[in-house]
């Protein structure tokens, strides 16, 4: 019988780990832990790099119990690394509490989008991994250690793509559960969004900003502003609102996406693109996304429109979004505000390497982080200019995990790590 391959959810990537373990329980993960070689943990496998790849044990925790401990009076809950965002938000909203934002879709582990510093938009908002105050996790010894925020090696600790070891459980932080409308625009000008970035991108609680790079043209603004704020004028520099609902992707089914038209209704039903009892985006494809300073939004935008051409072929749809900036040693929003500049592409690597190659030509010079679990072609020296707090980390994994034991050929291709 041919065995089934284990990849990751786009299907680009094909785990072959010499050991594959479903752990049930924090001890099992521990022993697992103690005797291994070498150790990655598969999340939702929603990275289309080969960040969670391995040639050791590679663990998923996806059977470890499911709890979601909600502290009202603090205003936090504590996960299991089996939670996936669509377990933690329905929990929290029903104690009258939210997360500050969620990425596109519900379906990514927390302790996975926490790892690679994911992100939602919103000028005003960091990126989710922010959000965590408390991190559970097994060093390569097999011992349970916790570090909270304020320890010294916490902001090096919670966006480490499982370098820092194996997070069982985390601490998010919350706010009180709120409202949120959602409104799409059609046809914003590309020259109104480069000239207005600020306020356009700020406008809302969130905004992302869809475009196909085939004509000077936002195809579609998606604002989703809190519930209680005054709706948008009906021409919204040059755009007009949308006569029906959207999907990000044209073609693909409507009711796949979060309800819009100004609908009224709570945060977790409203700020991710797709709903969860549904696939999210297309399934068939390749993601890649780039993060710089807001400052450059418009000189950036305006160098991405320029080899457009030689890009636009292998694109589905492409993502403008805004991220606050944050202390996390190795997050691509690290000490900056960003624009997010994200591509979904084709799902073929043969047409998406030229492409990708143009396109991050085009932002050389703007400081542009890559997203760690999407795709990218940027080498070791250009990755590691990036990250102003890289040696830090690194001397942070030197004594954490001094055989390198959670190092893959993913990390250890950019980062000077042991192993
Ligand atoms: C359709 C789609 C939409 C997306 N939308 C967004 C978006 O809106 N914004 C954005 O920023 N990104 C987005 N992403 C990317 C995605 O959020 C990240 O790749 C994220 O890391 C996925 O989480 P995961 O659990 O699937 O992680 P995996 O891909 O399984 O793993 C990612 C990393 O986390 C590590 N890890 C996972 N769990 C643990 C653990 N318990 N302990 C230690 N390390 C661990 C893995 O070892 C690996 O290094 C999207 C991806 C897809 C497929």
Not at 108 to 132: D, K
Not at 222 to 231: E, H, S, T
Not at 234 to 240: I, K, L, W
Not at 299 to 315: K, S
Request: proline content about 6%.
């Amino acid at each position: 019988m041919t065995p089934t391959k284990l990849t990751n959810w786009a299907g680009n990537v094909v785990f072959e780990p010499e050991r594959y373990v479903r752990a049930g329980r924090v001890e099992q993960v521990q022993e697992l832990v103690a005797g291994a070689r070498r150790v990655r943990v598969l999340g939702s496998g929603h990275s289309f790099s080969q960040v969670a790849a391995t040639d050791g044990l590679l663990l998923s925790l996806e059977d470890l119990p499911l709890e979601v401990d909600v502290d009202t009076a603090a205003a936090t809950a504590r996960v299991t690394a089996s939670a996936r965002f669509a377990h933690v938000m329905p929990a929290l909203h029903a104690a009258g509490l939210a997360l500050h934002n969620t990425g596109s879709l519900p379906h990514i582990s927390v302790a996975g989008a926490a790892a690679t510093g994911t992100h939602g938009s919103g000028t005003g908002n960091p990126c989710l991994a922010a959000a965590v105050t408390g991190i559970e996790l097994i060093g390569p010894d097999g011992s349970l250690r916790t570090l909270s925020a304020g320890d010294d090696d916490f902001d090096g600790s919670v966006i480490a793509m499982g370098l820092a070891g194996v997070v069982t459980a985390l601490t998010l932080r919350a706010q009180p559960a709120f409202d949120v409308r959602q409104y799409v625009y059609d046809d914003l000008p590309l020259d109104a969004l480069i000239s207005n970035f600020d306020e356009i991108m700020g406008s809302a609680y969130s905004v992302s900003a869809f475009t196909h790079w085939r004509r000077p043209v936002i195809d579609m603004l998606w604002r989703k502003q809190l519930a209680g704020d005054p709706v948008a004028p009906a021409s919204y520099f040059g755009a007009r609102p949308a006569d029906g609902p959207r999907h990000p992707i044209a073609g693909m089914p409507t009711e796949n996406a979060t309800q819009q038209l100004g609908v009224p209704g709570p945060w977790h039903e409203r700020l991710p693109h797709f709903r969860f009892e549904f696939t999210p985006s297309r399934g068939d494809e390749l993601q890649s996304e780039f993060l710089l300073p807001v400052e450059q939004a418009g000189a950036a935008l305006a160098a991405v429109n320029e080899v457009a051409p030689r890009f636009a072929d292998a694109l589905q749809v492409a993502e403008i979004r805004t991220v606050a900036g944050d202390d996390l040693w190795l997050s691509p929003c690290y000490g900056r505000t960003t624009v997010a500049l994200h591509f979904t592409w084709v799902d073929d690597l043969r047409v998406v390497a030229p492409a990708l190659a143009a396109l991050e030509g085009a932002l050389e010079g703007f400081d542009a982080r890559p997203h760690w679990g999407k795709v990218f072609g940027l080498g070791r020296e250009r990755v590691r200019a990036l990250y102003p707090r890289l040696a830090d980390f690194e001397k942070l994994v030197a004594r954490v995990d001094p055989a390198g034991k959670f190092t893959n050929d993913f990390t250890r291709t950019y980062l000077e790590l042991a192993g």
